[in-house]
């Protein structure tokens, strides 16, 4: 059975850091890109981070640059978003998510890809 299960989520204050995982069961993180996305209440869902499967290459929205960092342990198929200096406005829940056709596009669209995990929450307040 196909799986991806998001953990990790909880409260934190503004400049804290929590570390996101993302665990594929199923089908193997070797062959298959991952993206991780967030929905705020409200507003739609957005890309937030992605990591290929053939090269390791990523790709960050300019939102998150340079305070979150996507990787992926193949051994324990599973990918990770480390997320530093966390800020109100990523409050959201955050989704991991893949193309199952394999289709290998370097993309934040949401609309590319077409397995989701349920979320996991994140919330940033003093």
């Known amino acids: 059975q196909v799986q991806l299960v998001e953990s990790g989520g909880g409260l934190v204050q503004p400049g804290g850091s929590l570390r996101l995982s993302c665990a594929a069961s199923g089908f193997s993180l070797d062959y298959y890109d991952i993206g991780w996305f967030r929905q705020a209440p409200g507003k739609e869902r957005e890309g937030v981070s992605y990591?290929?499967?053939?090269?390791?290459?990523?790709l960050y929205a300019d939102s998150v640059k340079g305070r979150f960092t996507i990787s992926r342990d193949n051994a324990k198929n599973t990918v990770y978003l480390q997320m530093n200096s966390l800020k109100p406005e990523d409050t959201a829940v955050y989704y991991c998510a893949t193309d199952l056709r394999g289709r290998g596009l370097v993309t934040l669209s949401r609309y590319e890809y077409d397995y989701w995990g349920q979320g996991t929450q994140v919330t940033v307040s003093s």
């Open positions: 990591i290929s499967s053939s090269d390791g290459s990523t």
